[in-house]
């Protein structure tokens, strides 16, 4: 199957700075999601992006499929962006199903 | 519209005992999921189901069963809890253009 993985898988901060967060995967895949997992575990989609480039407000993200590879910018960080990112792939093959891969995530600390 | 619903949020049960867990979505999705997440891993796939009627094995299916009798909704049904079964319970649904909208999880633990 398809393997997923992330780096860093921790990350410590200073407010106001920048990152970039980097996901590897092993096969092509025509779905990739970015999600945040806050600190009360819930799941919030960042984005949508099996190829190109998508930005929304302080966030972006870029996808070169064919290299594999997906990268999410965080840039001038908040304390509120604390929490678990994950990045997930998925193909729909001839059952026609989205199942996504999960990668370990990335843990990030915003300090203040 | 709610998104996606799940029901209860946090639940204790006894080694044996049986459970079902609600996932509703007003989104009218077709496609639907149900995942675990343990300590320090991603999302783990136990079933899905493509539509009203059909259900499907994920990466973790042992010691599950689910139902989809009506579009909206997708059960998770636990007949025999063990405490391996303890973990964070996830719901996705799926439109048209692939991507999953997770509902806000239920928090299982068998003693």
């Known amino acids: 199957g398809i393997q997923v993985e992330q780096s860093p898988p921790d990350l410590i901060l200073q407010e106001g700075a920048n990152s970039t967060l980097r996901c590897n995967f092993s096969?092509?895949?025509?779905?990739l999601q970015w999600f945040h997992q806050n600190p009360w575990g819930q799941l919030i989609n960042l984005f949508y992006i099996p190829s190109g480039t998508k930005q929304n407000g302080r966030l972006s993200a870029t996808t070169v499929a064919t290299e594999r590879y997906s990268l999410l910018y965080i840039s001038s960080s908040q304390t509120t962006d604390s929490g678990v990112y994950f990045c997930?792939?998925?193909?729909?093959?001839?059952?026609?199903?989205?199942?996504?891969?999960f990668g370990q995530g990335t843990t990030l600390q915003v300090k203040p | 519209n709610a998104g996606v619903t799940q029901t209860p949020k946090f639940r204790v049960l006894k080694t044996g005992q049986s459970m079902t867990l609600l996932c509703a979505q007003d989104?009218?999705?077709?496609?639907m999921y149900w995942y675990r997440q343990d300590p320090g891993m991603g999302l783990r796939l136990i079933h899905y189901?493509?539509?009203?009627?059909?259900?499907a094995k994920g990466e973790v299916p042992d010691g599950y069963n689910v139902s989809r009798l009506k579009k909206q909704n997708f059960l998770l049904g636990l007949e025999s809890a063990a405490p391996s079964q303890t973990s964070v319970y996830f719901c996705?649904?799926?439109?048209?253009?692939?991507?999953?909208?997770f509902g806000p999880g239920t928090r299982l633990t068998v003693l």
């Open positions: 997930a792939v998925g193909r729909k093959g001839s059952s026609n199903t989205g199942k996504l891969i």
């Open positions: 189901s493509v539509g009203e009627g059909t259900t």
């Open positions: 996705a649904s799926e439109g048209d253009y692939n991507e999953q909208f």
């Open positions: 989104m009218n999705h077709e496609y």
């Open positions: 096969d092509s895949v025509n779905n």
